[in-house]
């Protein structure tokens, strides 16, 4: 009779045997006792099991070093699906992932904050079960749905404590979706669910610590330490996009005054277009009219076509985005810095502006290097970040 040690020394080893063939790839049942430590004959029996499980399979010979060609596994990208939401403030963008993350489908829609909750809700559930509506059959089915929201949110219980932007308060959105499509829910800051998702399938992958910076409609980071989500004592880490970097500055919604937010967002980025509208001599073609009527994707474009009001806009918010950037290099010194949401579209503008500014105010990056560069998830960063509170149930070694 097996003791519980021996249950749960034998779970760990097959999760550590099932993470190891995710992070591979493709690998041979003697390359994981090789690299694992583990001894052939448990490697088998753990592979064995995998596959009965449907979670890996067999995909064909490799090649032989010597001896007998080994059998190459791999996971099985079909064994289950997983829901990403990404809840922004004007828009819900739900993917539908297999087990390997590739996307299946995906759908957006645009929202307004001035809706009510419960509109809002139903418009997220809606969209979900749109998404899962003929969705490709799956061994095990749906596993799970991740969520990140732009605001405060206790992760443990799936409570959005606050999201103003969104003007939510105290709302059991983990209790509301699992009642609906009766799987388990995740639900996480955008931010820190960007983070996650970068370390999963985007440039941090490679980093040991890195800092995801979410500039959208507000500011907010993700922090990743020792290749863990630093959380903080109370799981509310990481609101830098309302730490001061100008004591006497613009009001924010947060009661403060002078937030990064204010000044690297896009709502400072159409604040500096109304403000300095009229200085282009006529070159822009940004007509102050009809700015209210722009998305960040137009503004975006018309950057990208060389418009200078568009331009110095987008320069204005990337210096600011480069002065909380160097705060953060010298708070946490990082191996990498990405910049996510909407503002990292005009790339090629504001990551130029935010490394001057790193390099001027940063006496952390004289001695250390630091990368800073934009997320190549582009878009996904938070929805894919969602997807993976959902993977890391499934691929979770048991805590001792």
Not at 148 to 157: A, H, L, Q, S, W
Not at 374 to 397: D, E, I, R, W, Y
Request: with cysteine.
């Amino acid at each position: 009779m097996k003791t519980a040690d021996q249950i749960l020394v034998k779970q760990i080893n097959k999760s550590i045997v099932l993470n190891f063939i995710r992070k591979k790839g493709q690998i041979s049942r003697a390359d994981i006792a090789k690299k694992t430590g583990l001894n052939r004959s448990t490697v088998s029996a753990l592979v064995d099991e995998l596959i009965s499980d449907g979670l890996i399979v067999e995909k064909g010979i490799g090649t032989s070093k010597g001896g007998r060609k080994p059998v190459i596994l791999a996971i099985n990208k079909e064994a289950g699906n997983i829901i990403g939401v990404d809840l922004g403030v004007n828009y819900i963008l739900v993917v539908l992932v297999n087990l390997l993350g590739e996307i299946i489908r995906e759908r957006r829609v645009n929202i307004s904050a001035q809706n009510s909750v419960e509109k809002n809700i139903e418009m997220l559930l809606g969209l979900i079960q749109e998404v899962l509506k003929n969705a490709p059959v799956a061994l095990k089915g749906l596993l799970g749905i991740g969520i990140g929201v732009p605001g405060i949110v206790n992760y443990e219980k799936g409570l959005v404590l606050m999201a103003p932007n969104l003007r939510w308060v105290n709302v059991g959105l983990k209790d509301i979706v699992e009642e609906r499509f009766k799987v388990p829910v995740f639900i996480d800051n955008e931010a820190n669910a960007g983070a996650i998702g970068e370390k999963w399938f985007g440039l941090g992958k490679k980093a040991t610590n890195f800092v995801y910076v979410s500039a959208g409609i507000g500011v907010g980071t993700g922090i990743i330490i020792n290749n863990e989500l630093y959380r903080g004592s109370s799981g509310l880490a990481g609101e830098m996009g309302h730490m001061t970097i100008d004591m006497n500055g613009k009001a924010c919604s947060c009661e403060n005054l002078g937030c990064w937010e204010e000044y690297a967002s896009e709502k400072a980025l159409f604040r500096y277009l109304k403000e300095q509208s009229g200085s282009c001599g006529g070159n822009s073609k940004i007509d102050l009219k009809k700015i209210d009527e722009m998305t960040v994707f137009d503004v975006v474009d018309t950057a990208k076509a060389g418009d200078p009001l568009a331009v110095s806009a987008f320069r204005w918010v990337g210096k600011h985005l480069g002065v909380g950037v160097a705060n953060i290099v010298n708070t946490f010194n990082p191996d990498l810095v990405v910049i996510g949401n909407t503002i990292s579209m005009a790339k090629d503008i504001i990551i130029e502006e935010i490394t001057k500014e790193v390099q001027q105010r940063s006496f952390i990056s004289r001695y250390s290097k630091v990368t800073i560069a934009p997320s190549q998830l582009n878009m996904h960063a938070c929805a894919m970040g969602a997807v993976s509170l959902v993977m890391s149930k499934v691929f979770a070694t048991p805590e001792v």
